[in-house]
């Protein structure tokens, strides 16, 4: 037993745990907010559920465009300054939304946080990888979801403890608080290189050009909006589904974004030992039946039960699907990372997370219309989602670059044939 917790070690450089330690106390921040935002838009601003989610995808959509231009920018000077630039940028929007009083002031501060939001992902990214080796990428890929999600659970905890929409004053705690985690970070990121030169460094930046003519990169993306488009009902409209239809208290709603995120603190890191060596596309394949699966629990648990035994279904439910994040998190990064070339690394990330920002447009847009319309058709609408994506990731392996397709570590990677995913 002690030698398997010691090999649990992602044995990651010092400067790596700096990054994790900022990243820590901004996904606190995340965690106070994000659970509550629409809430807090619906419950306390009056905002229309369906105009909530457009107000939700408002953030993604401006983060398209930033997300793009930061990937460029951390290529030509460095992830660490355009990292930077991002925290405040986000710090400045989320601190001025307790004068939310209208639809369009939502719209607007959304859409500068969005574009904070944009600019984070792939400089944060891009660093990570500059800062880790290439065998322990994931590792620290790994980590990186054990440490926002720790932040994030304990965040939404705190905020459930905190909010209520009996006393709208409540929620401007929780744009305080994150706004103050963005500082901090921004902070840390002081006491952190901009990361190694790898060979490439001395190279052409290249373009974006050069990376669309990557398919299988193109393909594993489009493949990677799918999959958090099914994320984003889970994420962003649970809480609301389970507040509105089910009657689950912000404690309740508090409780399963903690127990979530809790449980994937507790097994993100084995799960990621268990996928090492083993080929990375069934994992994913996996991971999409286990979330088809937690969303069908969460349309019995808001169907047939309320209050306080619906907040324990989704509970439940919530800790599946946390199954899932943990495979997606020990395979998605570090399949990007291994497919970008060194001079090309931001590009790559901006693009991943350019299907994150894509999803999570199409799922609060599209989802909080039908939340507001037909909200018990949503969660086989995305488990069907999630099916179809898994069939789709096992079809791609094959497009993928050998060397990609199992992860470093494990039996495999000493010569005998991969098995599945766990």
Same mark, same amino acid.
């Given at each position: 037993?002690?030698?398997?917790?010691?090999?649990?070690?992602?044995?990651?450089?010092?400067?790596?745990?700096?990054?994790?330690?900022?990243?820590?106390?901004?996904?606190?921040?995340?965690?106070?907010?994000?659970?509550?935002?629409?809430?807090?838009?619906?419950?306390?601003? +009056?905002?229309?559920?369906?105009?909530?989610?457009?107000?939700?995808? @408002?953030?993604?959509?401006?983060?398209?465009?930033?997300?793009? *231009?930061? *990937?460029?920018?951390?290529?030509?000077?460095?992830?660490?300054?355009?990292?930077?630039?991002?925290?405040?940028?986000?710090?400045?929007?989320?601190?001025?939304?307790?004068?939310?009083?209208?639809?369009?002031?939502?719209?607007?501060?959304?859409?500068? #946080?969005?574009?904070?939001?944009?600019?984070?992902?792939?400089?944060?990214?891009?660093?990570?990888?500059?800062?880790?080796?290439?065998?322990?990428?994931?590792?620290?890929?790994?980590? /990186?979801?054990?440490?926002?999600?720790?932040?994030?659970?304990?965040?939404?905890?705190? #905020?459930?403890?905190? #909010?209520?929409?009996?006393?709208?004053?409540? =929620?401007?705690?929780?744009?305080?608080?994150?706004?103050?985690?963005?500082?901090? =970070?921004?902070?840390?990121?002081?006491?952190?290189?901009? *990361?190694?030169?790898?060979? %490439?460094? /001395?190279?052409?930046?290249?373009?974006?050009?050069?990376?669309?003519?990557?398919?299988?990169?193109?393909?594993?993306?489009?493949?990677?909006?799918?999959?958090?488009?099914?994320?984003?009902?889970?994420?962003?409209?649970?809480?609301?589904?389970?507040?509105?239809?089910?009657?689950?208290?912000?404690?309740?709603?508090?409780?399963?974004?903690?127990?979530?995120?809790?449980?994937?603190?507790?097994?993100?890191?084995?799960?990621?030992? !268990?996928?090492?060596?083993?080929?990375?596309?069934?994992?994913?394949?996996?991971?999409?039946?286990?979330?088809?699966?937690?969303?069908?629990?969460?349309?019995?648990? %808001?169907?047939?039960?309320?209050?306080?035994?619906?907040?324990?279904?989704?509970?439940?439910?919530?800790?599946?699907?946390?199954?899932?994040?943990?495979?997606? *998190?020990?395979? /998605?990064?570090?399949?990007?990372?291994?497919?970008?070339?060194?001079?090309?690394?931001?590009?790559?990330?901006?693009?991943? @997370?350019?299907?994150? /920002?894509?999803?999570?447009?199409?799922?609060?847009?599209?989802?909080?219309? !039908?939340?507001?319309?037909?909200?018990?058709?949503?969660?086989?609408? +995305?488990?069907?989602?999630?099916?179809?994506? +898994?069939?789709?990731?096992?079809?791609?392996?094959?497009? !993928?670059?050998?060397?990609?397709?199992?992860?470093?570590?494990?039996?495999?990677?000493?010569?005998?044939? #991969?098995?599945?995913?766990?």
């Amino acid at each position: 037993m002690k030698n398997y917790l010691r090999s649990l070690n992602p044995r990651l450089p010092r400067d790596v745990w700096t990054l994790q330690a900022g990243g820590l106390a901004n996904s606190f921040g995340n965690g106070v907010v994000i659970p509550f935002l629409i809430i807090y838009l619906h419950n306390v601003r +009056g905002v229309s559920l369906g105009v909530a989610g457009l107000v939700a995808a @408002s953030n993604s959509v401006c983060a398209l465009a930033s997300g793009l *231009g930061a *990937g460029a920018l951390a290529d030509r000077l460095g992830p660490r300054r355009t990292l930077t630039v991002a925290l405040l940028v986000m710090a400045v929007a989320y601190g001025l939304f307790p004068l939310i009083h209208e639809a369009w002031h939502a719209v607007l501060l959304n859409s500068l #946080a969005g574009i904070g939001s944009g600019a984070f992902w792939p400089s944060q990214s891009s660093l990570l990888t500059r800062l880790t080796p290439t065998d322990r990428r994931h590792a620290a890929f790994a980590q /990186q979801r054990v440490t926002m999600n720790l932040g994030a659970g304990l965040g939404g905890l705190v #905020a459930g403890a905190i #909010a209520t929409t009996a006393h709208p004053w409540t =929620f401007d705690v929780l744009f305080f608080i994150d706004t103050a985690t963005f500082v901090v =970070f921004a902070a840390v990121l002081t006491r952190v290189p901009d *990361g190694r030169r790898v060979p %490439g460094d /001395q190279e052409s930046p290249g373009r974006y050009a050069d990376l669309v003519r990557d398919s299988a990169f193109m393909r594993f993306a489009a493949l990677n909006v799918l999959f958090i488009v099914a994320a984003t009902f889970m994420f962003e409209l649970l809480p609301p589904f389970a507040k509105n239809q089910a009657g689950v208290s912000e404690q309740g709603v508090g409780a399963i974004w903690f127990v979530n995120a809790f449980l994937i603190v507790l097994i993100q890191l084995p799960i990621a030992k !268990l996928v090492e060596g083993r080929r990375r596309m069934r994992a994913l394949a996996l991971m999409a039946l286990v979330w088809a699966v937690s969303l069908l629990i969460v349309l019995a648990g %808001g169907a047939w039960l309320e209050d306080g035994a619906a907040a324990l279904v989704f509970i439940g439910a919530a800790a599946l699907f946390a199954v899932g994040e943990c495979l997606h *998190g020990a395979t /998605q990064g570090p399949i990007v990372a291994d497919l970008a070339p060194p001079q090309l690394v931001g590009r790559y990330m901006a693009v991943s @997370s350019l299907t994150w /920002q894509v999803a999570f447009i199409i799922g609060p847009a599209g989802g909080g219309f !039908l939340l507001q319309h037909a909200p018990f058709a949503l969660w086989p609408l +995305g488990s069907g989602v999630c099916l179809v994506a +898994g069939v789709w990731a096992l079809a791609l392996e094959r497009a !993928l670059p050998e060397a990609t397709r199992v992860g470093p570590g494990g039996v495999a990677a000493e010569g005998v044939p #991969a098995g599945g995913a766990g």
